[in-house]
C-alpha cells in the first residue's frame, strides 16, 4: 500500500472512531490503538507534506456534538504530542533545548548551566483519563463552562458543570480566569454506577472516562448531578498584572482561589522527569482515579511563549503514555481448571501481548457466566486488563471472521464426573471430591500456603509429585512423609527430603486460627478464621458450633455459617482434624478469653506507610485484641490508620465520613492508652 492509500485509510479510521468517541460515547478504538493510527498518520505526513489537507485529523484536536450550543473558546485548547518511552521523551527535551534563547532569559533562573550542556525546569504531573474541560470566571464568579471539543469551538456544558461539587461557583478572589481541567469518575464510583446500570438493564460503561463524558454531557442536569464526578485543574491563563511567570506559581494560585489542584513536581533535569514518570507508574495504582500517563511542560511561561505551537500541540509539553492497562489480544483457546473446591474456572488462552510492562498469555474468565455475559467465542478478539493491577481478565470481546462457537464443558475436566450448578451461586463445580485429583492437589496447596500451616518448600511440583505417586491424598499424610519417599521425587536429594521433615516439624506448632484457615472450610479465608479464633477457645469447640450461634457473629453470616456447619457434619473433616492432632499438630489460640477482647468486632484498614511498625506487625496486634483488618475501605470499617504517602483509601474513608488515626493514636489504643 503506497502512502497515499494508506494516509487516506487511516484518515477515515480516525474520524469514523473520533465520531464514536466524541458524539456517541462508544469508542471502539482503545487510547492507545487511536494514538498508535494518529502517530503513524502524523509521521506519513510529516515525509510527505504535499498529501496534508486542512480536514486531516492532524489539523484538528477532536469532534464536537450536536446536542449542545457550540460556543468559540477565547483561547484555543490544543492537544499533546506524546512520548512512549524514555528514548522519545529526551528527544523531546533536546528539541526543546536547541529552540530557547537562554541568554535573554538568565534573569528567571529556570535553568541550571553544566559543563557540557544546560538543563531546563520542568513542571510534572498526572495525566487525569477523563474529559477535558474549560471553566470561565468574572469576577470571581463562575459564568461558563464549555467541553474541549476541536480545541477552537467546544459544547457549552455550564449547568451540568454546576452540579460537581468541586467546581466552585465563587472564587476566593474577585479575579478574572480561565482555567482548563480534567473532569473524572473515581473507579469505586464507576463500579457503583455500572452495578446500578446492571440491576436497571441499561448498557454498561466501558470505562471511567467514558462514563465521565458521557455524565456530564446529559442533556438533563439532574442526570449529571446523580453522577459522583469530580475535577482537577491543569492550567490556567491570568491577566498579565498577576506576575504569574511558571506553569507551578500558576497551579499554586488556582489552589488558593479555591480550586482542586493534583500533585506536581518540578524537575531539574531530564533525568529527574523519568524518575518521576517510573514512580508514578507504581504509584497512581494506588489511586481511585484512572491515569494514563504523566504531562511534562516546561515551566517557564516565557520559555513556553517563546517555543510556540504545532497547528495542534504546544512544543513546550508532552504526555508521557504509561504502557497500556488494557489491550486487545486474540483468544486462542479456553482451557478450564479444577480448584480446591471444585470450582470449574475458565481460563482464556491469548495471543501474547503486552500488559503493564508484562507479557499476558492468559486471562481470567472468573466463571461460566461471566462467558455468557461477554458473548465469547474462540478466535473473537479480547480486551485484557488487570485487576488489581495484578491478574489479567477479559472484560470485553468483539467477533472477527475466525470467530467460532465456543462448547462449555459438561464433565469435570479432570475426573469427568458430570459438573453441577449450586442454587444461588453462578459457579459449576465437580462434586467428585475426593477422587478428583485437582481438588486433592489444590487442598494440599492450600494446607501448606503461607496464611495456612506455613510448611516452607511444598510448592507446586512437589505437591504434584506426591499426589501423582499416591503418598499423600489428604492433608495428613504429610505428617506420615518419609525421606526415602521424597527423594523418589525429580530433584530432591538428602539434603532437601531432610529440609522438607523440618519444616513439617515446624509447623506441628500453629495457631487455631492458621489451622481453621488450613482446613479449607468453602467461603473461609485468612480473616473469617480470625474471627472464628476469637469467638471459639478451642477446634473442639468450633466442630460443636451451632448455625444460629455462628450465624449471628459479626464476619460470619449466614452462608460461612452454614459451610462451617456442613464441613464438620462430614465424618471425613472431623477425622482429618483429630488424625492431624494425632500426629502431633499442637493448637493455641492467640486471642486470650481471659483477658477482654476490647477491639472485638472492630474494623481497621491501615493505609500509607508506618515509621515505627510494619503493616503487618501492626495488623497482627490489632487482631491480638480482637479486631479485623480488612484491606479496603467500606461502609463497616469503624477507623482508618493513615500512614506516610496514603493511598486513595484515606479519601474514601474521609467521604464515608469515617473516623481517621494518626500512626500515634493507633500506638495509644494498643497500649490501652
Given amino acids: ?17 473520533s465520531y464514536k468517541y466524541y458524539v456517541e460515547d462508544n469508542p471502539e478504538l482503545e487510547d492507545w490503538e487511536y494514538d498508535a493510527l494518529f502517530k503513524e498518520l502524523k509521521d506519513l505526513e510529516e515525509k510527505n507534506p504535499s498529501l496534508i489537507t486542512p480536514e486531516s485529523p492532524t489539523q484538528r484536536v477532536g469532534g464536537i456534538s450536536d446536542k449542545f450550543e457550540t460556543i468559540t473558546h477565547k483561547n484555543r485548547l490544543y492537544s499533546l504530542d506524546n512520548s512512549n518511552n524514555d528514548v522519545e521523551l529526551k528527544l523531546w527535551y533536546n528539541r526543546v533545548l536547541k529552540e530557547i534563547s537562554f541568554e535573554s532569559n538568565k534573569q528567571l533562573n529556570l535553568f541550571s548551566e553544566n559543563k557540557n550542556h544546560i538543563d531546563i525546569e520542568m513542571a510534572c504531573e498526572l495525566k487525569i483519563d477523563g474529559l477535558a474541560v474549560s471553566l470561565t470566571y468574572e469576577k470571581g464568579r463562575f459564568v461558563q463552562g464549555l467541553t474541549r471539543g476541536d480545541g477552537i469551538q467546544g459544547e457549552d456544558i455550564t449547568n451540568n458543570l454546576k452540579t460537581i461539587k468541586a467546581i466552585p461557583l465563587r472564587l476566593f478572589e474577585d479575579i478574572d480566569v480561565e482555567v482548563r481541567g480534567e473532569i473524572y469518575m473515581p473507579v469505586s464510583s464507576f463500579k457503583k454506577l455500572n452495578e446500578s446500570q446492571i440491576k436497571t438493564n441499561q448498557k454498561q460503561f466501558a470505562n471511567p472516562r467514558n462514563a465521565a463524558s458521557g455524565s456530564i454531557r446529559q442533556l438533563d442536569p439532574k442526570v449529571t448531578s446523580e453522577r459522583d464526578l469530580s475535577i482537577f485543574i491543569y492550567a490556567a491563563i491570568f491577566d498579565k498584572k498577576e506576575n504569574i511567570l511558571t506553569h507551578t506559581q500558576a497551579l499554586d494560585k488556582c489552589k488558593k482561589l479555591g480550586f482542586r489542584v493534583n500533585k506536581y513536581s518540578k524537575c531539574k533535569n531530564i533525568n529527574e522527569v523519568i524518575a518521576f514518570c517510573s514512580e508514578m507508574s507504581e504509584y497512581r495504582k494506588t489511586l481511585d482515579y484512572a ?285 482429618l482434624v483429630y488424625e492431624l492432632i494425632k500426629l502431633g499438630i499442637k493448637i493455641t489460640n492467640r486471642y486470650s478469653f481471659e483477658n477482654n477482647l476490647r477491639l472485638k468486632g472492630k474494623s481497621f484498614v491501615i493505609t500509607g506507610t508506618l515509621g515505627t511498625m510494619s503493616r503487618e506487625v501492626a495488623q497482627e496486634k ?42 500515634q493514636d493507633l500506638i495509644s489504643l494498643i497500649k490501652g492508652e
Fill in 1 to 17: 500500500m503506497d502512502a497515499q492509500a494508506r494516509i487516506l485509510k487511516l484518515r477515515k479510521l480516525i474520524e469514523q472512531n
Fill in 291 to 575: 491515569t494514563d500517563g504523566v504531562v511534562i511542560k516546561v515551566n517557564s511561561i516565557a520559555y513556553q511563549n517563546e517555543l510556540g505551537y504545532t497547528s495542534r500541540a504546544p512544543k513546550w509539553a508532552t504526555a508521557f503514555k504509561f504502557p497500556p492497562e488494557e489491550v486487545w489480544s486474540e483468544l486462542i483457546d479456553v482451557e478450564f481448571s479444577v480448584g480446591r473446591t471444585g470450582v470449574v474456572t475458565p481460563v482464556a488462552v491469548l495471543e501474547p501481548v503486552n500488559l503493564s510492562g508484562s507479557t499476558v498469555s492468559r486471562a481470567s474468565m472468573y466463571n461460566f457466566d461471566e462467558i455468557q455475559r461477554l458473548n465469547i467465542s474462540i478466535g473473537d478478539e479480547v480486551l485484557i486488563k488487570k485487576a488489581a493491577e495484578i491478574i489479567p481478565k477479559v472484560v470485553r470481546a468483539r467477533k472477527t471472521n475466525k470467530s467460532k462457537k465456543l462448547i462449555l464443558p459438561q464433565v469435570c475436566p479432570c475426573c469427568n464426573t458430570k459438573l453441577v450448578e449450586v442454587e444461588g451461586e453462578v459457579n459449576v463445580y465437580c462434586p467428585n471430591k475426593l477422587h478428583c485429583s485437582a481438588q486433592v492437589k489444590g487442598r494440599i496447596e492450600y494446607f501448606v500456603s503461607k496464611s495456612a500451616m506455613d510448611i516452607d518448600g511444598f510448592g507446586e511440583s512437589i505437591i504434584e509429585q506426591l499426589v501423582d505417586k499416591g503418598f499423600v491424598y489428604v492433608p495428613s499424610d504429610l505428617y506420615k512423609l518419609t525421606s526415602n519417599e521424597l527423594m523418589q521425587l525429580d530433584l530432591v536429594k538428602d539434603k532437601t527430603a531432610s529440609n522438607l521433615i523440618m519444616a513439617l516439624e515446624k509447623s506441628k506448632n500453629t495457631t487455631l486460627s492458621r489451622f481453621i484457615n488450613a482446613l479449607g472450610i468453602r467461603l473461609v479465608g485468612k480473616e473469617s478464621s480470625d474471627i472464628l479464633a476469637q469467638n471459639y477457645k478451642t477446634i473442639n469447640e468450633l466442630i460443636d458450633a451451632k448455625f444460629e450461634d455462628l450465624s449471628l457473629i459479626a464476619g460470619i453470616g449466614e452462608k460461612m455459617a452454614k459451610s462451617i456447619v456442613d464441613f464438620f457434619s462430614d465424618k471425613a473433616n472431623i477425622n
Fill in 622 to 663: 490489632l487482631k491480638a485484641l480482637g479486631a479485623k483488618t480488612p484491606n479496603s475501605v467500606s461502609k463497616y470499617t469503624n477507623y482508618v490508620v493513615v500512614g506516610q504517602n496514603p493511598g486513595s483509601k484515606a479519601q474514601k474513608a474521609k467521604e464515608l465520613g469515617i473516623e481517621s488515626l494518626t500512626e
